[in-house]
């Protein structure tokens, strides 16, 4: 008479329905997947360090950039003449209300030699109603910019509303701003056909 037994074979404990105890094979694989997260964290580290150090040299020379243009003539005559447009009552009635200045459109400098400098610049301009472009004038005197000029053309309005009207002892700095670009490209005649 064979008993029926708990055990498959002797020395391995009981297996139950669904259940396969593990085999010395899976236990050596085991063993073979250890590598996997050292390597893995290397190639993270290779991939990544790299990858940080490029990003915060690019995040650096971005920083070194907006300082540097921040530092120019046309970028400081813009924040005093887009501060000017945006508190005008004169604008925002003309505008509607929420006038927000926006990209540059055409600038135009000049440094001489002796330091000082002067700007000339165009750019958008919007309220809740109406579009339009500022023009500004400034002149770089003992290292601080001053207005000269400061209008804004309303689109539809076949005047511009003059905020600081150009002084009558003063000529315009930029004269021939709004003058199109000369043609540079060379010209070609036209052959007659044979």
């Known amino acids: 008479m064979s008993e029926e037994s708990n055990f498959d ?3 391995k404990p009981p297996t139950d329905a669904g259940f396969t105890p593990p085999t010395e094979e899976d236990a050596a694989s085991d063993g073979d997947k250890k590598w996997i997260i050292p390597v893995v964290a290397l190639g993270c580290g290779c991939v990544c360090l790299p990858l940080m150090v490029v990003l915060s040299v690019l995040f650096g020379l971005g920083s070194s950039v907006q300082r540097l243009y921040k530092s120019t003539g046309s970028y400081q005559v ?19 209300s929420l006038v927000e200045t926006g990209w540059t459109s055409k600038v135009q400098e000049s440094y001489p030699a002796d330091g000082a400098g002067q700007v000339c610049i165009r750019f958008n301009v919007s ?31 076949p005047e511009p509303l003059t905020l600081l009207p150009l002084p009558t002892e003063r000529s315009p700095l930029c004269p021939d701003f709004d003058e199109p670009e000369p043609d540079t490209a060379p010209s070609v005649e036209e052959t007659p056909a044979i």
């Open 78 to 96: 813009y924040q005093l003449a887009s501060t000017e447009v945006e508190t005008s009552d004169e604008v925002a009635e003309a505008l509607g």
């Open 127 to 157: 309220g809740e109603d109406r579009r339009g472009s500022v023009y500004a004038e400034a002149q770089n005197e003992q290292g601080a910019w001053q207005l000269y000029q400061l209008s804004v053309a309303v689109n539809g309005e």
């Open 9 to 11: 074979a002797p020395g």
